[in-house]
């Protein structure tokens, strides 16, 4: 009896050290997955991490985590959408594709992008840093430190129209904007507040509810299981497509704009983004508004990290038109054609809508519609395939200049 029971005594023991060998040895694995691999992962394969580990795969740093590092927020320009990222995609390294590895190389700064196309002014200054925040702090094994700098790209082609869509909720029955409500601070803060978290929400599975867990959070911290788990979709039975990396807005009608590059006319695709034209006056003052406090929201949650609002002229807006008329993209059914000088003029009203705003909120303000408009006066510095993006030269004089600006300011 004696023998049996040491016997059954040391199976315990062994299936307890083999236990023990295939942990230690399983999180070994998954330090060398998260230390090592995942900052050499390609473009393809990075969109099978967990989303909000995504940024630390970017080859703007010079380490997984980044120290004293500028944090790039916005939209898809913020997020390297184009031609340069189109031909890298099928590469088995992790080239640069955008501004933010210009702006690592010439400035020496670790660099991370938490932009996210199709980012209005909540998602790309409140949430997108929050998130992140929020994600890779929750781990055991990740400390991400506060950036020492933000520069958020506003958009002149589509951040008041994104803003403006996200604005239905304060529009009166009659369709027009509950202008008592809508410029009420702490009205519009509150929804704010409320938006920006909601959208956090998008990494629940930093606390998940219990009655939907199905071992996330048990999981939270295996990021090379979630890797392979194709980020915990197995466990939850739904199959979701890969988020795409090579998102294309291919215009193939070429009909009416013309512009000049060198000494050469050249014509450009219909459908081009321009100044939010097909917005009125109100409208734009409510958009504008909605990015004004969506920056001091920014400001209250990082009061001590300084921000640059990088203005990011609409594709339209860079060249020297030669049409009169020209063709842009209709977001609101409103009309589709508008003279080029008022195409022009628009856009100077935007920038000083947007300076004003952003040096009330305390932040710097930087046009960068000068030096691009000189880089487009040679050449193209969009398309030839996404003509809705920079191609390499444009993501390249962007990230010169942000550099340029670093530097200038002692940042």
């Known amino acids: ?180 409500k809508l410029y009420q601070p702490h009205v519009l803060d509150d929804f704010i507040k ?11 599975d930093i606390a998940p509810p219990w009655s939907g867990w199905k071992l996330k959070y048990l999981t939270r911290n295996l990021f090379l299981f979630q890797f392979l788990c194709g980020g915990l979709d197995c466990l939850s039975g739904k199959k979701r497509d890969l988020p795409k990396l090579d998102r294309i807005k291919n215009l193939t009608n070429y009909s009416i704009n013309k512009v000049l590059i060198g000494e050469k006319a050249v014509n450009l695709p219909d459908g081009m983004q321009g100044p939010g034209m097909e917005l009125n006056d109100e409208e734009i003052r409510a958009s504008a508004w909605l990015f004004e406090r969506s920056l001091a929201a920014l400001r209250s949650n990082y009061p001590n990290t300084p921000v640059i609002i990088a203005y990011i002229p609409s594709t339209i807006t860079v060249y020297r038109v030669l049409s009169k008329h020209v063709i842009m993209q209709s977001y609101m059914d409103r009309g589709n054609s508008f003279p080029t000088p008022e195409i022009f003029a628009r856009s100077d009203q935007l920038v000083a809508m947007i300076r004003d705003a952003s040096e009330r909120q305390g932040a710097i303000f930087a046009d960068t519609r000068p030096v691009l408009r000189q880089a487009a006066r040679k050449e193209l510095i969009h398309g030839p395939k996404d003509w809705l993006h920079f191609n390499q030269r444009g993501y390249t004089v962007l990230g010169e200049e942000m550099a340029k600006l670093v530097k200038d300011l002692g940042f």
């Open 1 to 180: 009896m004696l023998a049996s029971n040491r016997k059954i005594w040391q199976f315990g023991i062994n299936i307890l050290l083999i236990f023990l060998g295939l942990t230690i040895g399983y999180l070994s694995m998954e330090i060398i997955f998260l230390r090592l691999i995942i900052p050499h992962l390609s473009l393809a394969k990075q969109s099978r991490l967990p989303p909000g580990l995504r940024p630390l795969a970017q080859s703007s740093k010079n380490g997984l985590l980044p120290h004293h590092y500028i944090a790039v927020l916005g939209d898809s320009y913020a997020n390297g959408n184009g031609d340069w990222l189109l031909s890298v995609l099928k590469d088995q390294g992790n080239p640069p594709y955008q501004s933010i590895h210009v702006l690592h190389e010439k400035s020496g700064r670790d660099v991370v992008s938490f932009g996210e196309s199709g980012a209005d002014s909540i998602y790309g200054l409140v949430t997108e840093p929050v998130q992140y925040d929020r994600y890779i702090n929750h781990s055991w094994l990740l400390n991400l430190e506060t950036p020492t700098l933000f520069i958020h790209y506003f958009y002149e082609g589509n951040d008041l129209n994104d803003n403006h869509e996200r604005l239905k909720s304060f529009k009166r029955n009659d369709g027009e904007l509950d202008n008592h």
């Open 194 to 204: 409320n938006k920006a978290m909601f959208y956090a929400g998008f990494f629940d």
